[in-house]
């Protein structure tokens, strides 16, 4: 494991493989660990590097609100520190996020961008009271709603399906600190609308969305889509992809990055 220092925040991550340059984001309450799979697929061809987002996995919390504008500097400070000029960035709901906020912050270090069940789109009235129902949920019961929310992640009929690969994802959820929690929380609703990113098409646009997504609803998640360049891929299932539909995912995104 490696990492290295961000505004005196120690931030994680993994660099395996050579050739054009990969990044992986991880979504809210996970970690570089669930890209574990991936990385070793795509570093056969690539330079795959994964990244600790602030205040999860073994990257340290920077304050008590994580903008995404803090995510996407700490993602910077780890590609200059790899001597990394230019990536293909691919973020996982949060994940997108950050990932749009360093194509806003750094527009000549993106070559692709994908938004793998993730939205341009800033929160809604609606989304930001629950972001703030949240953090007081989280307060008063850590493990609670921390079980609770990876669980909701998945479509209904994947929630027996996949139970064990569920199980696994709310363990790794579980070592996130609460801190690292509320703060994303915070930086999450605050968040830029960056819509217009998306109708700019200065580099190529991936959309993959979930049918089912419990999270982001399909048919609004479309009209960011309409007029653009991006191209969009929809599965029949819900908000982590990577582990619903992994095996689709693994060709969409190789075909993506060549």
């Given at each position: 494991?490696?990492?290295?220092?961000?505004?005196?925040?120690?931030?994680?991550?993994?660099?395996?493989?050579?050739?054009?340059?990969?990044?992986?984001?991880?979504?809210?309450?996970?970690?570089?660990?669930?890209?574990?799979e991936?990385?070793?697929?795509?570093?056969?061809?690539?330079?795959?590097?994964?990244?600790?987002?602030?205040?999860?996995?073994?990257?340290?919390?920077?304050?008590?609100?994580?903008?995404?504008?803090?995510?996407?500097?700490?993602?910077?400070a780890?590609?200059?520190?790899?001597?990394?000029?230019?990536?293909?960035?691919?973020?996982?709901?949060?994940?997108?996020?950050?990932?749009?906020?360093?194509?806003?912050?750094?527009?000549?270090?993106?070559?692709?961008?994908?938004?793998?069940?993730?939205?341009?789109?800033?929160?809604?009235?609606?989304?930001?009271?629950?972001?703030?129902?949240?953090?007081?949920?989280?307060?008063?019961?850590?493990?609670?709603?921390?079980?609770?929310?990876?669980?909701?992640?998945?479509?209904?009929?994947?929630?027996?399906?996949?139970?064990?690969?569920?199980?696994?994802?709310k363990?790794?959820?579980?070592?996130?600190?609460?801190?690292?929690?509320?703060?994303?929380?915070?930086?999450?609703?605050?968040?830029?609308?960056?819509?217009?990113?998306?109708?700019k098409?200065?580099?190529?646009?991936?959309?993959?969305?979930?049918?089912?997504?419990?999270?982001?609803?399909?048919?609004?998640?479309?009209?960011?889509?309409?007029?653009t360049?991006?191209?969009?891929?929809?599965?029949?299932?819900?908000?982590?992809?990577?582990?619903?539909?992994?095996?689709?995912?693994?060709?969409?995104?190789?075909?993506?990055?060549?």
């Open positions: 494991m490696n990492h290295i220092l961000y505004k005196n925040t120690k931030i994680s991550y993994t660099d395996t493989g050579k050739g054009k340059a990969i990044v992986l984001l991880h979504g809210f309450l996970e970690n570089k660990k669930m890209w574990s991936y990385a070793d697929l795509f570093s056969e061809k690539y330079r795959v590097v994964t990244i600790d987002l602030l205040g999860h996995g073994e990257s340290d919390c920077l304050g008590y609100v994580h903008k995404m504008e803090d995510n996407a500097g700490a993602v910077n780890v590609l200059e520190n790899l001597n990394i000029e230019k990536a293909i960035i691919v973020g996982h709901s949060m994940g997108g996020y950050v990932g749009l906020a360093f194509a806003e912050l750094y527009p000549k270090k993106i070559q692709k961008l994908v938004l793998l069940n993730s939205t341009s789109k800033e929160d809604s009235k609606e989304r930001k009271l629950n972001r703030t129902r949240a953090i007081k949920a989280v307060k008063q019961n850590y493990v609670a709603f921390v079980s609770l929310a990876i669980a909701n992640l998945f479509s209904e009929n994947n929630r027996t399906r996949l139970e064990e690969e569920i199980e696994k994802v363990t790794e959820a579980l070592k996130t600190p609460l801190q690292g929690i509320i703060a994303s929380q915070e930086g999450m609703k605050i968040r830029k609308d960056r819509e217009e990113l998306v109708r098409n200065l580099f190529p646009i991936l959309f993959i969305l979930g049918k089912k997504d419990p999270v982001l609803n399909y048919e609004e998640s479309l009209s960011q889509i309409e007029d360049t991006a191209e969009l891929v929809s599965f029949e299932d819900g908000h982590m992809s990577q582990i619903e539909n992994k095996e689709e995912l693994k060709t969409v995104l190789l075909d993506f990055f060549v």
